[in-house]
């Protein structure tokens, strides 16, 4: 990578982010010296990037909070690359995100030139993911299980054992585990005041809870 395509990514790189990471994490990820990361990161300073650095636990380099960049600019590759792995995703039925996946999907899509989108579809064409599909999820569970975890909101659950007995539950997702053939979803069971993992394809019905919901 020359230094010009580097220092963009950079920039591109905190932007993303938006918390501190290490110089050090930077010169890892794109293979150069400590002391070079340092130089590209002056570098981006003189050039009017307002690049600044915090000491301690969660600190490093990250761009100031007040400012921001034109919108990100995406390749017919890049995008191809993002709808493919977004579709594999979807069609697989492991992230319970959907409507979130599709509605980011969109916006890629939308905001390539005709020219791109035309790339776009002839690289789709020749992109392919074998995969065995999860077992099929309510959209309606899925809604909930999503706002669920974004929004770090209690639910109720009704949910099915592998013998077929359905039990109602009181739960807090704390992780999500996508396999290749199911979704489990690591969480504290509120009634119990213990912690369990839950396959998402058993969820039978879901029902977000008031956030301030304590255990009993």
Same mark, same amino acid.
């Given at each position: 990578?020359?230094?010009?395509?580097?220092?963009?990514?950079?920039?591109?790189?905190?932007?993303?982010?938006?918390?501190?990471?290490?110089?050090?994490?930077?010169?890892?990820?794109?293979?150069?010296?400590?002391?070079?990361?340092?130089?590209?990161?002056?570098?981006?300073?003189?050039?009017?990037?307002?690049?600044?650095?915090?000491?301690?636990?969660?600190?490093?380099?990250? %761009?100031?909070?007040?400012?921001?960049?034109?919108?990100?600019?995406?390749?017919?590759?890049?995008?191809?690359?993002?709808?493919?792995?977004?579709?594999?995703?979807?069609?697989?039925?492991?992230?319970?995100?959907?409507?979130?996946?599709?509605?980011?999907?969109?916006?890629?899509?939308?905001?390539?030139?005709?020219?791109?989108?035309?790339?776009?579809?002839?690289?789709?064409?020749?992109?392919?993911?074998?995969?065995?599909?999860?077992?099929?999820?309510?959209?309606?569970?899925?809604?909930?299980?999503?706002?669920?975890?974004?929004?770090?909101?209690?639910?109720?659950?009704?949910?099915?054992?592998?013998?077929?007995?359905?039990?109602?539950?009181?739960?807090?997702?704390?992780?999500? %585990?996508?396999?290749?053939?199911?979704?489990?979803?690591?969480?504290?069971?509120?009634?119990?005041?213990?912690?369990?993992?839950?396959?998402?394809?058993?969820?039978?019905?879901?029902?977000?809870?008031?956030?301030?919901?304590?255990?009993?």
């Amino acid at each position: 990578m020359r230094r010009t395509e580097r220092l963009f990514a950079i920039a591109e790189c905190l932007r993303g982010r938006r918390t501190g990471v290490t110089a050090q994490t930077l010169a890892d990820r794109f293979g150069v010296t400590l002391r070079t990361m340092y130089r590209d990161l002056d570098s981006l300073r003189s050039a009017a990037l307002p690049v600044a650095s915090e000491r301690g636990r969660g600190g490093g380099f990250a %761009l100031e909070r007040s400012y921001s960049l034109p919108p990100v600019n995406l390749s017919a590759r890049e995008a191809a690359l993002l709808l493919a792995v977004a579709g594999w995703a979807r069609d697989l039925r492991v992230i319970p995100f959907v409507s979130t996946l599709e509605s980011a999907s969109d916006k890629v899509r939308s905001a390539l030139s005709l020219s791109s989108q035309r790339a776009l579809l002839e690289h789709l064409e020749t992109l392919k993911f074998v995969g065995v599909p999860a077992p099929t999820v309510s959209p309606a569970v899925r809604r909930v299980i999503e706002r669920a975890w974004f929004e770090a909101r209690p639910l109720a659950i009704r949910y099915a054992s592998a013998d077929h007995i359905v039990t109602k539950r009181r739960i807090r997702i704390r992780t999500i %585990l996508m396999d290749r053939g199911e979704t489990r979803l690591n969480a504290t069971d509120l009634d119990k005041g213990e912690e369990r993992q839950f396959l998402l394809a058993r969820i039978e019905a879901a029902e977000l809870l008031p956030l301030d919901l304590a255990p009993p």
